[in-house]
């Protein structure tokens, strides 16, 4: 279980996250959805010690990222939005590096590599330099590394960007997998169709506050999630100025 209680950040001037409280149980996929700057990235990154909040606390299966980061980060996987990966390693050589980080044990770590490898279709890419992988691939890599140490909760961060339709198959079916084992997985996305079709719970944030949260079913009701969601952000009147100008 993932818990926000009462989180504020700030940079600056500007609000991040505005006294937000919120969990996330296992045995779903919560979708984290909102506009540009809401305060979802800076919440992604305080679950593995990355952004320290100015006040409340994060707690990751009852531990504090900031104080024992090395113990929350055997617990979540995570995968950025940016993609940013080691340029002069192979993507054989860095996913087991992170092995020996996880101190998986190397007969469990080459069987989890090998399935990774076919189930993300790398075999013909492990070999190459990360600085000679394709967008797409480097997502892969990213997605991969977040998989490798069998993490209980799974934080990816626009996981489908550059992936093509068959890979993000693939990983929608991971990510039921995990939840039907109990386990707690998180995405954000911009694309609402998205998801609607992969999560069972959504969290909307809206200018560092939590501003709507429930079972996708109950949330779009009839209108539809792009209506509500744009009701719930402000966004309706701003959207009709835009269209008029047209």
């Known amino acids: 279980m993932l818990k926000y209680k009462r989180i504020s950040k700030h940079y600056g001037n500007v609000i991040a996250l505005n006294d937000v409280t919120v969990d996330f149980p296992p045995g779903k996929i919560h979708a984290l959805l909102g506009p540009n700057g809401s305060g979802k990235s800076t919440m992604i990154k305080m679950a593995i010690?990355?952004?320290?909040?100015?006040?409340?606390?994060?707690?990751?299966?009852?531990?504090?990222?900031?104080?024992?980061?090395?113990?929350?980060?055997?617990?979540?996987?995570?995968?950025p939005e940016e993609i940013v990966i080691y340029e002069s390693l192979t993507p054989a050589e860095y996913i087991s590096f992170l092995g020996y980080v996880y101190h998986i044990?190397?007969?469990?770590?080459?069987?989890?590599?090998?399935?990774?490898?076919?189930?993300?279709?790398?075999?013909?890419?492990?070999?190459?330099?990360?600085?000679?992988?394709?967008?797409?691939?480097?997502?892969?890599?990213?997605?991969?590394?977040?998989?490798?140490?069998?993490?209980?909760?799974?934080?990816?961060?626009?996981?489908?960007?550059?992936?093509?339709?068959?890979?993000?198959?693939v990983l929608k079916e991971i990510m039921r997998k995990y939840v039907d084992e109990g386990r707690t997985v998180i995405f954000s996305t911009h694309i609402l169709?998205?998801?609607?079709?992969?999560?069972?719970?959504?969290?909307?944030?809206?200018?560092?506050?939590?501003?709507?949260?429930?079972?996708?079913?109950?949330?779009?009701?009839?209108?539809?999630?792009?209506?509500?969601?744009?009701?719930?952000?402000?966004?309706?009147?701003?959207l009709e100025n835009l269209l008029k100008a047209l």
């Not at 320290?52 to 995968?79: C, E, F, N, Q, T």
């Open 49 to 79: 010690g990355l952004v320290k909040p100015d006040s409340g606390r994060v707690l990751v299966d009852g531990i504090d990222p900031i104080s024992d980061p090395v113990k929350a980060r055997m617990i979540v996987g995570y995968s």
């Open 105 to 169: 044990p190397e007969d469990v770590l080459k069987g989890r590599i090998s399935r990774l490898i076919k189930l993300f279709k790398m075999e013909d890419h492990m070999g190459k330099l990360g600085g000679e992988l394709s967008h797409g691939n480097r997502r892969k890599i990213l997605i991969m590394s977040a998989l490798i140490h069998d993490p209980r909760i799974l934080i990816l961060d626009e996981p489908f960007s550059g992936l093509d339709p068959e890979i993000a198959r």
């Open 193 to 238: 169709e998205l998801a609607e079709a992969v999560a069972d719970e959504i969290t909307i944030m809206h200018k560092g506050k939590l501003v709507a949260r429930g079972p996708i079913e109950e949330l779009k009701g009839k209108k539809g999630l792009e209506t509500y969601f744009l009701e719930v952000t402000g966004l309706t009147s701003e």
